[in-house]
């Protein structure tokens, strides 16, 4: 069965700085890959995915993410945070091919202080 | 503008009730899902569907239940056999070939 782990509950950084958000997954090949924002109270809206090929992908309001299979992780980063990307991040796992369920983390919650 | 409404985006219902959350595309999406979100738990799945009348269990689909009469519509019940129904409930749907998902806006259902 496919999982995933996100280790941190609850990130704060100051804006300006650098984010890291770590998510590992399980699964017995190389599965879709996927991260959410979710603002409070709303849906989640999608900024990145990893179907294939290069393994490190840009998404959208300046996040990008890097597939290593070696380590089974698919860790979100944004080279400056802005105090608007204060929000719970979700990292998710589906299977290739074909439309699946996602199996998604717990989540991470980002505070941005100023 | 394509997208997906969830409606209503606030429900309070008596202990006992069956109450039904509606959830609509406009999307042309094959596939549609709910989830069920709780604090610290992530999204779980409940019911999901891939094609008009066929829908498979999700996770946690014990005291729901689910319809997909129409290609745009999947609407959710929340029968009085779910034990702990107070949470927010999203709605998603994806094209088949594609994994990513649509999210509504979710609604959040108290039960008093």
């Known amino acids: 069965a496919q999982s995933v782990t996100q280790p941190d509950i609850h990130i704060t950084v100051s804006e300006g700085a650098s984010l890291e958000l770590r998510c590992n997954y399980s699964y017995g090949a190389t599965p879709y890959l996927f991260w959410y924002v979710q603002s409070p109270g709303q849906g989640l809206q999608l900024l990145l995915k990893y179907f294939s090929g290069d393994t490190l992908v840009q998404g959208i309001k300046g996040f990008e993410a890097e597939f290593k299979r070696s380590q089974s992780s698919f860790n979100l980063r944004k080279p400056s945070v802005h105090w608007s990307d204060a929000a719970e991040y979700f990292c998710a796992v589906g299977a290739p091919g074909t439309a699946s369920k996602l199996t998604f983390g717990t989540g991470t919650r980002l505070q941005v202080t100023l | 503008d394509g997208g997906i409404t969830q409606s209503p985006k606030y429900l309070f219902r008596k202990e006992g009730q069956n109450v039904t959350l509606s959830c609509e595309q406009n999307?042309?999406?094959?596939?549609m899902y709910w989830y069920r979100q709780d604090p610290g738990q992530g999204l779980r799945l409940i019911y999901y569907s891939h094609i008009v009348n066929d829908f498979q269990k999700g996770d946690i689909a014990e005291g729901y239940s689910v319809s997909r009469e129409k290609k745009e519509s999947f609407p959710l019940t929340v029968t009085s056999a779910q034990k702990n129904p107070t949470a927010f409930y999203l709605c998603a749907s994806s094209m088949a070939d594609r994994g990513s998902y649509t999210f509504g806006s979710g609604t959040r259902l108290t039960v008093v």
């Open positions: 999307l042309n999406h094959d596939a």
